[in-house]
T-cell receptor
Framework: DAKTTQPPSMDCAEGRAANLPCNHS???????VYWYRQIHSQGPQYIIH?????ETNEMASLIITEDRKSSTLILPHATLRDTAVYYC???????????????WGLGTSLAVNP | DAGITQSPRHKVTETGTPVTLRCHQT?????MYWYRQDPGHGLRLIHY???????DKGEVSDGYSVSRSKTEDFLLTLESATSSQTSVYFC?????????????FGEGSRLTVL
């Protein structure tokens, strides 16, 4: 699975949109982009994933560039509870069977400030 | 969210003693994983299971063994704990083949080996 590059930390004002970038320049055509977050010392939590189309759910939006070499996770109205470490991961296929190959980096530590 | 329970949540033990961590899930997910998380490292896969009695090694499996005798339980055993195994351990589950690949995590077990 391809590796990803994320900024180590970011700040965002409460109520504003948080835009978290991820570079995955070596992504292959069959690799999906997944985002997770980890709040304090809790277990990571799945946020969203996509292949090439933009995706939106109740938590966030995922924007993937046309060449698929980068993506942005958008939290439209960040709250203090969104303070967490955000992980961007790319993986072959959408299938649970490939989770064993995931490479977890150190993610982006997002601080949402009052 | 998948019902994933880890026990114990906190444990302090001495070097050389055996330790078993338990992961219990109520969602009938096929795949189960054990990760460790240490400062300066991303999540690292220790062992995983793709069905009852079907397990395989991850990237940091030395010193660990696992067993899965029932769909809902995945045990991680440190045969003779060492200080380098002081860590936070996370269990995760994934749905069956063909389902989307997101992982569901437990709350973690913090192990300290003195």
């Amino acid at each position: 699975d391809a590796k990803t590059t994320q900024p180590p930390s970011m700040d965002c004002a409460e109520g504003r949109a948080a835009n978290l970038p991820c570079n995955h320049s070596t992504i292959s055509g069959n690799e999906y982009v997944y985002w997770y977050r980890q709040i304090h010392s809790q277990g990571p939590q799945y946020i969203i994933h996509g292949l090439k189309n933009n995706e939106t759910n109740e938590m966030a939006s995922l924007i993937i560039t046309e060449d698929r070499k980068s993506s942005t996770l958008i939290l439209p109205h960040a709250t203090l509870r969104d303070t967490a470490v955000y992980y961007c991961i790319v993986r072959v296929s959408d299938d649970a069977g490939n989770n064993r190959k995931l490479i977890w980096g150190l993610g982006t530590s997002l601080a949402v400030n009052p | 969210d998948a019902g994933i329970t880890q026990s114990p949540r906190h444990k302090v033990t001495e070097t050389g003693t055996p330790v078993t961590l338990r992961c219990h899930q109520t969602e009938n997910h096929r795949y189960m994983y054990w990760y460790r998380q240490d400062p300066g490292h991303g999540l690292r896969l220790i062992h995983y299971s793709y069905g009852v009695k079907d397990t395989d090694k991850g990237e940091v499996s030395d010193g660990y063994s696992v067993s899965r005798s029932k769909t809902e339980d995945f045990l991680l055993t440190l045969e003779s704990a060492t200080s380098s195994q002081t860590s936070v351990y996370f269990c995760a589950t994934g749905r069956g083949q063909g389902a989307t690949g997101e992982l569901f995590f437990g709350e973690g077990s913090r192990l300290t080996v003195l």
